[in-house]
């Protein structure tokens, strides 16, 4: 396996910054490789954000190569909730269509002062 192929798998087990999903190999995009640098543009295809790396790498303890880039953080480190589905959407639309108010008047309602809305 090349390394621009290799680098790309490695790659797919990062996760996006904005949203937390992997990236796709449609979505990484090989720049240029100077000197052990790799420049890479990836690019989200769940929320359309993107980004540029510049990745090395790095041969670990059993002379394995892996890809370190410190602005990186693997997959499993940055999901954090699931997506946004229509039962949110419907439970946003339901606080907001009852409330009457300011923004911190809303807020309020999530620190206990007042009563939230039942699920």
Do not use: N
Not at 36 to 57: E, K, N, P
Not at 74 to 100: F, K, N, S, Y
Request: charged share 25%; net charge negative.
């Amino acid at each position: 396996m090349d390394g621009a192929k290799w680098l790309r798998t490695q790659l797919m087990s990062f996760g996006c910054a904005s949203c937390g999903r992997g990236y796709q190999p449609e979505g990484i995009r090989m720049l240029a490789e100077r000197d052990g640098l790799w420049f890479v543009d990836l690019g989200c295809l769940m929320c359309g954000s993107t980004a540029t790396a510049i990745v090395t790498i790095v041969l670990d303890d059993g002379d394995e190569p892996r890809a370190d880039d410190p602005e990186l953080k693997p997959l499993a480190a940055t999901l954090r909730a699931a997506p946004v589905d229509l039962d949110d959407v419907l439970d946003v639309h339901q606080l907001l269509a009852g409330h009457e108010g300011d923004l911190l008047a809303l807020l309020r309602r999530f620190d206990g002062v007042e009563e939230t809305i039942a699920r």
